[in-house]
C-alpha cells in the first residue's frame, strides 16, 4: 500500500508534534495521570498502566493503514503532554481524519489544543493536499463538540450506535468536517485565537528606527531562556529601554488611578487590559503627536520586524511573523478588537479567573482612559527622550529601513 502520510515532525511556538515511539510511554503515562483522564466514561485516553497498549496499537495502525500519531510536546517544559493522530486516510479521494487527540488537565483550556490543530490542519490541506478532514467525538463528550465546533468545522450528522464501548454501552458518534475551501478562515480563525497582543505597538514607537532597536524594544515580552549578556549591544540597548518605558507608565500615578476603575473580578488584569488599550489610543490619536502618516510607520515597523527575526528567540520570531502577516496593528484602530484580544488573553491565564469581558470596564470608563492616556504619551515620550537610553541612529551601528 502506498503511503500517504509520511512521518514528520511539525514545530510551533507552544508545541511540538513527533511521530510517536515506545519511547514516548513513561511520559505519557505521567500524562494521563494529570486529571486521571482515562475515568471520562466517553473518551478513549488510557489509563498508566495501559500506555504501552496504546502506543503499540498506534504503532500498529501505523505499519498497516498508514496513520500517523504524534506524542505532543510543550515546548517551554519539554514535557510531553499528550497524543494527536491522523488516520483513516483515504489517498485516493484525498481524506483523512484528525482524532485520538487529548492533553494532560493542566494543559487544556491553553493554546496548546489550538497551534495543534494549526499544525495538522495546516499539514493536511497545504502538504498533503487533502480536500476534506473529518474529526469525530462522542454525543456526550459536550466539551469536545463544542472545541470541533469553534474551529469552524461543519457538523455532518450522527451516526447512532455507532460503536460498543468497553463497558457494553453503545457510542453514538458525532462527525464533523473541514473542506480544503473552509481552510483558509479556519486557519485565520486559529490564528486570531493564538494571539497574544499586549502593547507592541508602543514600544516600536518609542523605539529607534534600526532594526536592533526595534527588536530589543519588543524582547522584554519574549525573555525566557535568552541571556541578556549574549545580546548584541544595540539589542541590549533596546531591551533597556522597553523596561525603562515599563517602569515609568506601570509607577505613573494616573495609570495606578486607572487600575482602579476596573471591576475587582478583573483588577488583578487591569495591567494588560490598560496595555493593550492605550495602544488603540495611540493609533486612533497618532497624528495628535506623530507628522508621518500611520500607515507608512506601520508599513515600516513590518519590514523592520522581518528584517529583524534572525536576531529574535522563535517564540518571538513566530509572534512577530503573526503580527506582519496578520496586520496586528491596523485591526487594533477599533475597540471591538481591544475586548477580543483581552477575552483571548483571560483565556490563556492559567489559573482560574473572570477576567474576561474586560472591555466592559472599558467602555463605562473610556473617556476618563482616553484623557489618561493622551496625557500620560507626552510625557513618556519626553522621559525616553530624557533617559536617552539608546544610541541615535547614526551612532549605533544598526541597520535603518530603507
Known amino acids: 500500500m502506498a503511503v500517504w502520510i509520511e512521518p514528520v515532525t511539525l514545530d510551533g511556538e507552544h508545541v511540538v508534534l513527533e511521530p510517536l515511539t515506545a ?28 500506555v504501552t497498549a496504546y502506543i503499540e496499537t498506534a504503532l500498529e495502525g501505523r505499519a498497516r493503514h498508514g496513520d500517523l500519531p504524534f506524542a505532543v510536546r510543550h515546548r517551554e517544559s519539554g514535557r ?5 493522530r491522523f488516520f483513516r486516510a483515504d489517498p485516493d479521494n484525498r481524506r ?10 493542566r494543559f487544556q483550556r491553553s493554546a496548546v489544543n489550538s497551534e495543534c490543530k494549526l499544525l495538522l490542519l495546516g499539514h493536511a490541506f497545504e502538504r498533503l493536499e487533502a480536500i476534506a478532514v473529518e474529526l469525530r467525538t462522542h454525543w456526550h463528550n459536550h466539551a469536545s463538540r463544542n472545541a470541533i465546533a469553534r474551529l469552524g468545522a461543519k457538523q ?7 460503536t460498543l464501548s468497553a463497558d457494553g454501552i453503545y457510542r453514538d458518534t458525532v462527525v464533523f468536517s473541514i473542506l480544503s475551501q473552509e481552510w483558509p478562515a479556519v486557519r485565520q480563525n486559529l490564528n486570531l485565537r493564538l494571539d497574544h497582543y499586549m502593547n507592541y505597538f508602543a514600544h516600536l514607537t518609542l523605539a529607534r528606527p534600526t532594526v536592533p532597536s526595534k527588536v530589543g524594544n519588543l524582547l522584554g515580552d519574549f525573555m525566557r531562556g535568552v541571556r541578556e549578556p549574549d545580546l548584541p549591544e544595540a539589542v541590549r540597548l533596546g531591551l533597556h529601554n522597553h523596561r525603562l518605558v515599563d517602569r515609568f507608565t506601570d509607577h505613573h500615578p494616573l495609570v495606578i488611578e486607572s487600575r482602579a476603575l476596573f471591576s475587582p473580578q478583573r483588577r488583578r488584569f487591569a495591567g494588560v487590559a490598560l496595555d493593550v488599550l492605550f495602544d488603540h489610543f495611540l493609533i486612533r490619536h497618532w497624528s495628535r503627536f506623530h507628522d508621518t502618516p500611520l500607515d507608512q510607520a506601520i508599513d515600516k ?16 520570531r513566530a509572534t512577530t511573523g503573526r503580527i506582519v502577516e496578520h496586520d496586528w496593528f491596523g485591526h487594533y484602530a477599533e475597540l471591538e ?3 477580543r484580544a483581552l477575552d483571548r488573553i483571560a483565556a490563556r491565564v492559567r489559573f482560574a479567573n473572570r477576567f474576561d469581558g474586560a472591555i466592559e470596564d472599558i467602555e463605562r470608563h473610556h473617556d476618563r482612559l482616553e484623557a489618561v492616556f493622551l496625557a500620560l504619551y507626552p510625557a513618556l515620550r519626553e522621559h525616553v527622550d530624557e533617559q536617552a537610553l539608546e544610541a541615535p541612529p547614526a551612532d549605533d551601528g544598526g541597520v535603518t529601513a530603507g
Open 23 to 50: 519511547d514516548h510511554a513513561e511520559a505519557l503515562a505521567d500524562a494521563t495521570a494529570d486529571g486521571e483522564l482515562w475515568k471520562l466514561w466517553y473518551t478513549f485516553v488510557p489509563s498508566p498502566d495501559r
Open 80 to 84: 510531553v503532554i499528550g497524543s494527536t
Open 96 to 105: 483523512l481524519e484528525l482524532g485520538h487527540t487529548w492533553y494532560a488537565r
Open 156 to 162: 455532518d450528522g450522527v451516526l447512532r450506535h455507532h
Open 301 to 316: 515597523d513590518y519590514r523592520l520586524l522581518r528584517d529583524g527575526a534572525a536576531l529574535m528567540p522563535a517564540p518571538m
Open 337 to 339: 478588537n481591544v475586548g
